[in-house]
């Protein structure tokens, strides 16, 4: 099993421009879910969905959109980029409530 | 809505030290507790866990009691190495609404062995 994986590792944007963040999983979880981290702030969620078809908004959505098309895949898309939102980008995925959550190595964005 | 608050960073300890990270909570329910480490450019990896009251957890050395009493999930190894410098990040799940599966994150503590 590869786990959870991202794409890219690093990505330099310009102001307005619009990127997508790849993530899959290969362990069939149904739970995945997007986190961005900033130095002091920890870990926040952005966006997660329970499912394939269902999404929903975490903590810091603006800016941001997902789908969820397959059990595999929840990509992340940037409509129009903002220094705002540089940041190290974090894709997890999980089984179950209690147990234990998955992360990718990460993408990390600056927005000029 | 939940919270977790773990001590503030950085932590500088020479090896064979003895490491305490405090994390204290507030959720509804019955939440499970969490400790994540990330090493050095690298993601995060679950380092233990605990999902009731009372329970132990432990890996590598280090472990954590949920007190639910305390609201606490405090991190303790006996006997730190070079090789466990990294950012230790508290964190909990599961709760009586919404979304049970989403972490809710301390803001990290960053620890730095010395030898």
């Known amino acids: 099993n590869a786990g959870v994986t991202q794409t890219p590792k690093f990505q330099v944007l310009k102001t307005g421009q619009s990127m997508t963040l790849q993530c899959a999983q290969d362990?069939?979880?149904?739970?995945m879910s997007w986190y961005r981290q900033d130095p002091g702030m920890g870990l926040r969620l952005i966006h997660y969905s329970v499912g394939a078809g269902i999404t929903d908004q975490g903590e810091v959505p603006n800016g941001y959109n997902v789908s969820r098309s397959t059990t595999e895949d929840f990509p992340l898309r940037l409509l129009s980029a903002a220094p705002s939102q540089t940041s190290v980008y974090f894709c997890a995925s999980t089984t179950g409530q209690k147990e234990t959550q998955y992360f990718g190595p990460g993408t990390r964005l600056l927005v000029l | 809505g939940n919270s977790v608050t773990q001590m503030e960073g950085p932590v500088t300890l020479s090896e064979e030290a003895f490491l305490t990270i405090n994390c204290t909570y507030t959720a509804t329910g019955y939440p499970s507790l969490f400790w994540y480490v990330q090493y050095p450019g690298e993601g995060l990896q679950l380092l233990l866990k605990a999902t009731k009251a009372d329970d132990k957890g432990s890996n590598k050395g280090f472990e954590a009691t949920y007190r639910k009493e305390t609201t606490s999930f405090h991190l303790e190894k006996g006997s730190v190495q070079v090789s466990d410098s990294a950012v230790y990040f508290c964190?909990?799940?599961?709760?009586?609404?919404?979304?049970?599966?989403?972490?809710?994150f301390g803001k990290g503590t960053l620890l730095t062995v010395n030898p």
């Open positions: 362990m069939n979880h149904e739970y």
């Open positions: 964190a909990l799940s599961g709760n009586s609404g919404g979304s049970n599966y989403k972490l809710t």
